[in-house]
């Protein structure tokens, strides 16, 4: 008879046959940076995550480094006064975000730096692309991205996270770092964002929910999943690096597809509310947290994502090191 629980019958051979296993290497951390110093404000919808200074961003790096978890996604909060409609703050060669950048490159030379391109943690409409009479720009939004781009790449970013799915600002970026001699910075596409609930904690992070109106003239309806296969040709003939999905956990079958109809390393964003959920139900004992997060993470690689932006990164990292 064939008996599949044979392969399953002790640990040495369940890790015989192991098919996935995710490695601290696979994961790239978010961090939020805001203004001041020695601050760390903890966002309350996603528990053990906070907003944190610049020189607290270094500190928490430096830990991270120690625990071989070397890749960064880094995000900015603004307040309210540095807002403006042309998201002006975000190509500020003396602000926060590029200042950081540079703080960060300068002491961990070797980490790995990726930077978001948008406008909405900037944009005193909270949009992620230029407003005019309530509809979203989308040409007139690419000048803007492309300005901070290039102060990212200059400041020393590795990877650039265009993630306002905007048409064509791939394209647009990558002519516009190669004009300027940045031809060694990435793309990390957002290639498949979808308009999703799950992005809520973030939006409390930043303080950057969209003042009116939602995202879904330039967001992902989530009912779709061949669009992402037009979304994906597109970002690879402009010349994105990496594919990237996201939620992560509801568009598992997005991931699965890239993955088989693409060559490029495909990319996955556990978002804000994926984490909420997870530490919700861990805070009330209804769930076993750190079992949750192996398997959550598993099945996102599973999927076929070499690459996982999660804010459980550095606890995956700590449980790896014990
Ligand atoms: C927007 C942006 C969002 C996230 C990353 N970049 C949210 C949004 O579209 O409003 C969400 C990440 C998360 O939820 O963890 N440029």
């Known amino acids: ?32 940076v805001t203004e001041g110093k020695a601050s760390t404000t903890p966002i309350k919808s996603m528990p053990g995550i906070s907003r944190l200074s610049p020189d607290l961003i270094l500190k928490e790096i430096e830990s991270c480094m120690k625990l071989d ?7 900015p909060h603004l307040p309210e006064s540095k807002k403006d409609k042309f998201a002006s703050e975000s190509f500020n060669p003396k602000g926060l975000y590029i200042k950081t950048i540079k703080a960060i490159k300068k002491e961990f030379p ?11 943690p900037y944009s005193i409409d909270g949009h992620d692309g230029l407003v005019e ?3 979203i720009l989308n040409d007139a939004t690419l000048p803007i991205l492309s300005r901070m781009a290039l102060e990212q790449a200059a400041a020393g ?8 799915m905007m048409d064509g600002r791939v394209g647009f970026l990558r002519d516009a770092l190669d004009e300027q001699g940045f031809e060694n910075t990435s793309i990390m596409a957002y290639t498949a964002k979808y308009a999703s609930a799950f992005y809520g904690p973030f939006r409390d992070a930043l303080d950057s929910a969209p003042k009116l109106g939602d995202k879904k003239t330039y967001q992902m309806d989530p009912a779709n999943q ?14 994105a690096d990496f594919l990237m999905v996201k939620p992560a956990l509801a568009y598992l079958d997005v991931i699965k597809l890239l993955y088989d109809n693409f060559e490029v390393p495909i ?20 769930i076993d947290g750190e079992k949750t997060m192996q398997e959550i993470l598993l099945s996102i690689k599973r999927a076929g994502a070499k690459i996982i932006l999660s804010y459980f990164a550095k606890e995956f ?3 790896k090191k014990k």
């Open 110 to 120: 070797e980490c790995c730096l990726m930077t978001d391109v948008a406008m909405d």
């Open 133 to 135: 009479n309530g509809e």
């Open 317 to 319: 990292a700590i449980g």
């Open 267 to 286: 990319a996955a964003y556990n978002v804000s509310g994926e984490y909420a959920m997870v530490k919700a139900a861990t805070q009330n004992g209804w």
């Open 226 to 239: 061949s669009e992402a296969l037009i979304e994906a040709e597109l970002d690879l003939v402009e010349g």
């Open 1 to 32: 008879m064939r008996r599949p629980r044979r392969n399953r019958k002790s640990n040495t051979i369940r890790n015989l046959v192991r098919e996935h296993e995710v490695q601290v290497a696979d994961l790239i951390f978010p961090l939020f």
């Open 69 to 75: 978890l070397t890749a960064f996604a880094l995000f």
């Open 157 to 164: 970013a590795d990877i650039i996270g265009p993630s306002d």
